[in-house]
């Protein structure tokens, strides 16, 4: 995997039963720390006229507990449900917006630039419980997230309850087969929609 990218599979979990089952079958697996629990809230902004929206680009400020993390990513480049896209972090003091921090970064700043002048506005929000634990899975490191809470979007609010499974470092194809087995054991279902996505509809 190249610098600055993210690769990860969100598979939907369709009975919140089995989430401690889940879990149960996470613990199975060799974790080289203990899982940790985040209360979690985020906000993606864009201009009024979406002009981060057209450049195939998000924006996100999250609180991790009490820590601030500010977000960029690019177009999902995958066709299947393992997505790949562009994702750069920076830790920040506030979930006001001030995209500028990212003005340093090599072919964004030509991109991003055009919005500097502009206000950038909360077009979706996310509250949720992440349940994040890292995994040694064949020769990968992989971090599995179980989020649990809300996505208010543009028009409704729609319930967040997934997992996702993130490649730290290592093959794209141990991701691909830990999602495999956590699919046919639990019934989960695959999906390429983001929290952000979900949102504008």
Not at 53 to 73: C, F, M, S
Not at 184 to 197: D, L, N, Q, T, V
């Amino acid at each position: 995997m190249q610098k600055n990218e993210e690769i990860e599979i969100k598979l939907q979990i369709t009975d919140a039963s089995s989430i401690p089952p889940l879990k149960k079958f996470l613990a199975s697996l060799y974790q080289p720390g203990s899982p940790v629990l985040l209360h979690m809230s985020a906000r993606y902004y864009d201009t009024k006229d979406t002009l981060l929206q057209q450049k195939k680009l998000v924006y996100r400020v999250r609180r991790e507990n009490n820590i601030y993390i500010a977000t960029i990513k690019g177009k999902n480049l995958s066709k299947d449900f393992l997505a790949r896209r562009l994702e750069i972090n920076r830790k920040v003091n506030t979930i006001k917006p001030d995209i500028k921090i990212f003005s340093d970064i090599p072919n964004l700043a030509g991109k991003i630039n055009s919005v500097y002048n502009h206000s950038l506005l909360p077009i979706v929000t996310n509250v949720f419980l992440r349940y994040k634990t890292n995994i040694f899975f064949n020769a990968s490191k992989i971090e599995a997230a179980i989020d649990v809470g809300n996505i208010y979007g543009r028009s409704k609010t729609s319930p967040i309850q997934e997992l996702e499974l993130e490649l730290k470092f290592g093959e794209e194809s141990d991701v691909l087969q830990l999602a495999d087995i956590i699919k046919k054991k639990f019934f989960f279902k695959p999906s390429r929609k983001s929290k952000f996505s979900r949102g504008l509809e």
